[in-house]
Protein backbone atom coordinates (compact mmCIF):
# COMPACT_ATOMS: atom_id res chain seq x y z
CA UNK A 1 0.00 0.00 0.00
CA UNK A 2 2.34 2.99 -1.19
CA UNK A 3 0.05 5.84 -0.31
CA UNK A 4 -2.01 7.15 2.64
CA UNK A 5 -5.21 6.31 2.53
CA UNK A 6 -8.26 3.36 2.11
CA UNK A 7 -6.93 0.17 0.40
CA UNK A 8 -7.42 -2.31 -1.14
CA UNK A 9 -9.23 -5.32 -1.15
CA UNK A 10 -7.81 -8.49 -3.26
CA UNK A 11 -10.70 -9.22 -5.05
CA UNK A 12 -13.98 -7.28 -5.35
CA UNK A 13 -16.76 -6.09 -7.62
CA UNK A 14 -18.65 -2.91 -7.36
CA UNK A 15 -22.02 -1.89 -9.12
CA UNK A 16 -22.44 -4.98 -10.82
CA UNK A 17 -24.87 -7.95 -11.69
CA UNK A 18 -25.00 -11.52 -11.85
CA UNK A 19 -20.88 -12.06 -11.17
CA UNK A 20 -19.67 -15.34 -9.93
CA UNK A 21 -16.26 -15.19 -7.85
CA UNK A 22 -14.58 -18.76 -7.91
CA UNK A 23 -11.86 -21.15 -6.82
CA UNK A 24 -9.47 -18.01 -6.08
CA UNK A 25 -7.14 -17.11 -2.78
CA UNK A 26 -6.67 -13.63 -1.69
CA UNK A 27 -4.19 -13.56 1.33
CA UNK A 28 -2.27 -10.95 3.16
CA UNK A 29 -3.35 -8.15 1.46
CA UNK A 30 -2.78 -5.03 3.48
CA UNK A 31 -4.12 -1.00 4.34
CA UNK A 32 -1.82 1.89 5.20
CA UNK A 33 -1.61 2.89 8.84
CA UNK A 34 -4.72 4.15 10.23
CA UNK A 35 -6.29 3.08 6.71
CA UNK A 36 -9.59 0.81 5.97
CA UNK A 37 -10.18 -1.66 3.65
CA UNK A 38 -7.09 -4.05 3.29
CA UNK A 39 -9.45 -7.21 2.67
CA UNK A 40 -10.13 -10.62 1.15
CA UNK A 41 -13.22 -10.43 -1.23
CA UNK A 42 -15.88 -8.04 -1.04
CA UNK A 43 -18.82 -7.33 -2.58
CA UNK A 44 -19.05 -3.62 -2.12
CA UNK A 45 -21.74 -0.47 -2.96
CA UNK A 46 -24.74 -1.60 -6.06
CA UNK A 47 -23.81 -5.31 -6.69
CA UNK A 48 -26.87 -7.93 -6.75
CA UNK A 49 -27.26 -11.53 -8.12
CA UNK A 50 -23.36 -12.38 -7.19
CA UNK A 51 -22.02 -15.06 -5.73
CA UNK A 52 -18.07 -16.11 -4.11
CA UNK A 53 -17.63 -19.28 -3.85
CA UNK A 54 -15.50 -22.19 -2.98
CA UNK A 55 -12.49 -19.92 -2.12
CA UNK A 56 -9.98 -19.15 0.55
CA UNK A 57 -8.87 -15.78 2.23
CA UNK A 58 -6.05 -15.99 4.97
CA UNK A 59 -4.13 -13.26 6.72
CA UNK A 60 -6.02 -9.90 5.26
CA UNK A 61 -5.54 -6.80 7.10
CA UNK A 62 -9.61 -6.05 6.30
CA UNK A 63 -12.54 -8.39 5.83
CA UNK A 64 -12.16 -12.01 5.17
CA UNK A 65 -15.36 -11.38 3.01
CA UNK A 66 -16.81 -7.36 3.41
CA UNK A 67 -20.22 -6.74 2.46
CA UNK A 68 -20.29 -3.48 2.39
CA UNK A 69 -22.57 -0.21 0.66
CA UNK A 70 -21.83 3.02 -0.12
CA UNK A 71 -24.44 5.91 0.24
CA UNK A 72 -24.98 6.71 -3.34
CA UNK A 73 -24.80 3.39 -4.63
CA UNK A 74 -27.57 1.10 -6.86
CA UNK A 75 -29.14 -1.06 -4.44
CA UNK A 76 -27.46 -4.44 -3.21
CA UNK A 77 -29.30 -7.16 -2.99
CA UNK A 78 -29.63 -10.77 -3.82
CA UNK A 79 -25.76 -11.86 -2.85
CA UNK A 80 -24.49 -15.27 -1.73
CA UNK A 81 -21.12 -16.06 -0.08
CA UNK A 82 -21.19 -20.02 0.41
CA UNK A 83 -18.36 -22.72 0.66
CA UNK A 84 -15.21 -20.42 1.51
CA UNK A 85 -12.36 -20.23 4.07
CA UNK A 86 -11.56 -16.86 6.32
CA UNK A 87 -8.16 -17.82 8.27
CA UNK A 88 -7.13 -15.00 10.47
CA UNK A 89 -8.52 -11.96 8.75
CA UNK A 90 -9.21 -8.80 9.96
CA UNK A 91 -7.63 -6.32 12.47
CA UNK A 92 -8.58 -3.97 14.82
CA UNK A 93 -12.71 -3.33 13.23
CA UNK A 94 -12.67 -5.40 11.10
CA UNK A 95 -13.96 -9.36 10.66
CA UNK A 96 -14.08 -12.57 9.16
CA UNK A 97 -17.74 -11.16 7.64
CA UNK A 98 -17.40 -7.44 7.63
CA UNK A 99 -20.38 -5.81 6.72
CA UNK A 100 -21.13 -1.94 6.31
CA UNK A 101 -24.37 0.42 5.38
CA UNK A 102 -22.94 3.78 4.79
CA UNK A 103 -26.52 5.01 3.39
CA UNK A 104 -27.67 3.13 6.46
CA UNK A 105 -30.43 2.28 4.53
CA UNK A 106 -31.93 -1.51 5.08
CA UNK A 107 -33.93 -0.53 1.61
CA UNK A 108 -30.68 -0.54 -0.26
CA UNK A 109 -29.03 -3.25 1.80
CA UNK A 110 -30.83 -6.74 1.08
CA UNK A 111 -30.82 -10.19 0.94
CA UNK A 112 -27.33 -11.90 1.54
CA UNK A 113 -26.99 -15.55 2.10
CA UNK A 114 -23.55 -16.90 3.67
CA UNK A 115 -23.93 -20.58 4.20
CA UNK A 116 -21.79 -23.32 4.91
CA UNK A 117 -18.76 -21.50 5.31
CA UNK A 118 -15.63 -21.85 7.84
CA UNK A 119 -13.95 -18.69 9.89
CA UNK A 120 -11.12 -19.15 12.22
CA UNK A 121 -9.57 -16.43 13.60
CA UNK A 122 -7.87 -15.50 16.92
CA UNK A 123 -7.21 -12.26 16.10
CA UNK A 124 -10.87 -10.57 15.15
CA UNK A 125 -14.61 -11.63 15.59
CA UNK A 126 -16.45 -14.05 13.43
CA UNK A 127 -19.19 -11.58 11.86
CA UNK A 128 -18.64 -8.17 12.68
CA UNK A 129 -21.82 -5.42 12.00
CA UNK A 130 -20.05 -1.74 11.85
CA UNK A 131 -22.29 0.59 13.46
CA UNK A 132 -23.65 1.86 10.17
CA UNK A 133 -25.13 -1.85 9.36
CA UNK A 134 -29.02 -1.88 8.57
CA UNK A 135 -29.65 -4.53 6.42
CA UNK A 136 -32.88 -6.53 5.06
CA UNK A 137 -32.49 -10.30 5.18
CA UNK A 138 -28.91 -11.18 6.10
CA UNK A 139 -28.94 -14.61 6.79
CA UNK A 140 -26.30 -16.85 8.67
CA UNK A 141 -26.83 -20.74 7.88
CA UNK A 142 -24.83 -23.57 8.42
CA UNK A 143 -21.32 -22.13 8.89
CA UNK A 144 -18.66 -22.88 11.26
CA UNK A 145 -17.31 -19.83 13.52
CA UNK A 146 -14.00 -20.72 15.60
CA UNK A 147 -12.28 -17.88 17.47
CA UNK A 148 -12.03 -16.36 20.72
CA UNK A 149 -13.91 -12.78 22.54
CA UNK A 150 -16.42 -11.28 20.63
CA UNK A 151 -17.65 -14.36 17.87
CA UNK A 152 -20.38 -12.60 17.00
CA UNK A 153 -19.87 -8.31 17.27
CA UNK A 154 -21.94 -4.59 16.16
CA UNK A 155 -25.32 -4.28 16.15
CA UNK A 156 -28.67 -5.80 15.06
CA UNK A 157 -30.79 -5.16 12.64
CA UNK A 158 -32.12 -7.59 10.05
CA UNK A 159 -29.94 -10.50 10.31
CA UNK A 160 -30.49 -13.95 11.08
CA UNK A 161 -28.50 -16.86 12.62
CA UNK A 162 -29.29 -19.76 12.04
CA UNK A 163 -27.94 -23.49 12.47
CA UNK A 164 -24.30 -22.62 12.69
CA UNK A 165 -21.26 -24.21 15.24
CA UNK A 166 -19.23 -22.42 17.10
CA UNK A 167 -16.31 -22.88 19.28
CA UNK A 168 -12.92 -21.18 20.55
CA UNK A 169 -9.29 -21.78 19.02
CA UNK A 170 -7.23 -23.62 21.02
CA UNK A 171 -5.90 -21.66 24.27
CA UNK A 172 -7.99 -19.29 23.58
CA UNK A 173 -10.62 -16.98 26.88
CA UNK A 174 -13.59 -18.11 25.29
CA UNK A 175 -15.80 -16.78 23.14
CA UNK A 176 -18.96 -14.79 23.29
CA UNK A 177 -21.53 -13.39 21.36
CA UNK A 178 -23.03 -9.42 21.36
CA UNK A 179 -22.12 -9.43 25.03
CA UNK A 180 -24.08 -12.89 25.91
CA UNK A 181 -21.53 -15.11 27.65
CA UNK A 182 -23.03 -17.97 25.87
CA UNK A 183 -25.03 -19.27 22.77
CA UNK A 184 -27.66 -20.49 24.86
CA UNK A 185 -28.00 -16.55 26.90
CA UNK A 186 -27.38 -15.35 23.52
CA UNK A 187 -30.59 -17.38 21.68
CA UNK A 188 -32.87 -16.92 24.86
CA UNK A 189 -32.48 -12.97 24.36
CA UNK A 190 -32.54 -12.34 20.90
CA UNK A 191 -33.89 -15.65 19.21
CA UNK A 192 -30.72 -15.91 17.33
CA UNK A 193 -30.16 -19.59 16.68
CA UNK A 194 -33.88 -20.78 16.93
CA UNK A 195 -36.30 -22.21 14.25
CA UNK A 196 -39.74 -22.69 15.53
CA UNK A 197 -38.37 -22.35 19.11
CA UNK A 198 -35.92 -24.97 19.29
CA UNK A 199 -32.06 -24.38 19.40
CA UNK A 200 -30.31 -25.21 16.50
CA UNK A 201 -27.00 -23.50 16.94
CA UNK A 202 -24.10 -25.61 18.70
CA UNK A 203 -21.22 -25.21 20.79
CA UNK A 204 -19.26 -28.03 19.99
CA UNK A 205 -15.96 -28.22 18.98
CA UNK A 206 -16.34 -29.42 15.21
CA UNK A 207 -13.38 -32.24 14.95
CA UNK A 208 -11.81 -30.31 11.82
CA UNK A 209 -8.59 -32.64 10.64
CA UNK A 210 -6.43 -29.57 11.18
CA UNK A 211 -3.71 -28.20 10.90
CA UNK A 212 -5.49 -25.04 10.68
CA UNK A 213 -3.07 -23.29 9.30
CA UNK A 214 -2.14 -22.33 5.52
CA UNK A 215 0.47 -20.74 2.83
CA UNK A 216 -0.92 -21.91 -0.33
CA UNK A 217 -0.96 -19.46 -3.55
CA UNK A 218 -2.27 -21.65 -5.83
CA UNK A 219 -5.86 -21.76 -6.12
CA UNK A 220 -4.93 -25.02 -8.30
CA UNK A 221 -4.28 -26.92 -5.25
CA UNK A 222 -6.99 -25.43 -3.23
CA UNK A 223 -8.70 -29.11 -2.83
CA UNK A 224 -5.38 -30.23 -0.78
CA UNK A 225 -6.43 -28.08 2.41
CA UNK A 226 -7.50 -31.15 4.27
CA UNK A 227 -7.39 -29.40 7.68
CA UNK A 228 -10.18 -27.51 7.42
CA UNK A 229 -12.40 -31.80 6.37
CA UNK A 230 -14.57 -32.84 9.09
CA UNK A 231 -13.29 -35.78 11.09
CA UNK A 232 -15.29 -39.17 9.95
CA UNK A 233 -16.51 -38.43 14.20
CA UNK A 234 -17.51 -35.07 13.86
CA UNK A 235 -20.35 -34.31 15.88
CA UNK A 236 -21.48 -31.89 13.00
CA UNK A 237 -23.13 -35.07 10.85
CA UNK A 238 -26.19 -34.70 10.21
CA UNK A 239 -26.34 -31.47 11.80
CA UNK A 240 -26.95 -28.36 9.47
CA UNK A 241 -30.14 -27.58 8.70
CA UNK A 242 -31.77 -28.46 4.91
CA UNK A 243 -32.20 -24.97 3.50
CA UNK A 244 -33.28 -26.37 0.37
CA UNK A 245 -36.41 -27.69 2.21
CA UNK A 246 -36.53 -24.84 4.96
CA UNK A 247 -36.24 -21.59 2.60
CA UNK A 248 -35.77 -23.42 -1.03
CA UNK A 249 -32.25 -22.08 -0.70
CA UNK A 250 -30.80 -24.09 -3.55
CA UNK A 251 -27.55 -25.65 -2.73
CA UNK A 252 -24.82 -26.31 -5.47
CA UNK A 253 -24.04 -29.60 -6.01
CA UNK A 254 -20.68 -29.76 -5.06
CA UNK A 255 -18.84 -29.07 -1.47
CA UNK A 256 -15.46 -27.06 -1.26
CA UNK A 257 -13.69 -30.52 -2.15
CA UNK A 258 -15.91 -31.41 -4.71
CA UNK A 259 -18.19 -34.40 -3.19
CA UNK A 260 -21.74 -34.03 -3.63
CA UNK A 261 -23.10 -31.32 -1.04
CA UNK A 262 -25.71 -33.46 0.69
CA UNK A 263 -24.62 -37.21 1.12
CA UNK A 264 -27.08 -37.84 4.27
CA UNK A 265 -30.23 -36.88 6.19
CA UNK A 266 -29.14 -33.47 6.44
CA UNK A 267 -25.50 -31.39 5.12
CA UNK A 268 -23.23 -30.75 7.42
CA UNK A 269 -22.44 -27.00 8.73
CA UNK A 270 -18.99 -25.94 6.82
CA UNK A 271 -17.06 -26.66 4.11
CA UNK A 272 -17.13 -30.58 3.85
CA UNK A 273 -19.71 -33.12 3.07
CA UNK A 274 -18.95 -36.42 4.95
CA UNK A 275 -19.57 -39.27 3.09
Known amino acids: MPRTGNGPVGIWVASSDSVIIQHCISYRNKTSAGGLDGGGFDLDGGVTNSIIQYCLSYENDGAGFGLFQWDGAGDWDNNIIRYSISLDDGKGQYGGFTIWNGSNDSKQFSNAFAYNNVVISKRS ?78 FTDPMLAGPLTTSLTDPYQLHSLAGFRLQPNSPLRDKGLDLQALFQIKRPPLDFYGNPSLSGTAPEPGVHELK
Open 125 to 202: SGVKFFGDSNNKGFTFYNNIFIGQGLIVDGPSSGEKFLGNTYWQVPGGNGISFRGHRSLQEWANASGQEKLDGRLVGL
